[in-house]
């Protein structure tokens, strides 16, 4: 049991690094990091209009996490938020849709 264990855990780890490291190489050329691949994604993909609250949920990320990601996406011009507010709407510019895509 204890084998089998280490062997699934193992799996997961090295799964999710060599996840990690895609994010990485793709992203790159633009400056960007794997959180902010993952907003993106999630911003892009909501059929419904998303929150900073709940991209940490989605995200598994903590408040603080997301909110220096945004603020990295909005500087950049990916993402704009319809008001200054944590719960308030995201979502992407063109040039965020155009990364998105």
Excluded at 30 to 40: E, P, R, S
Excluded at 78 to 92: N, T
């Amino acid at each position: 049991m204890i084998d089998r264990f280490q062997a699934f855990v193992s799996g997961i780890t090295i799964c999710y690094k060599y996840i990690q490291k895609i994010k990485a190489m793709e992203m790159t050329e633009f400056g960007l990091k794997g959180t902010h691949v993952m907003c993106i994604f999630y911003i892009h993909h909501s059929e419904q209009e998303i929150t900073a609250a709940q991209l940490c949920q989605l995200c598994a990320e903590d408040k603080a996490a997301i909110s220096r990601t945004l603020v990295t996406l909005q500087d950049k011009g990916y993402v704009q938020a319809d008001e200054k507010k944590y719960r308030a709407h995201l979502y992407l510019t063109e040039e965020g849709e155009k990364l998105a895509r």
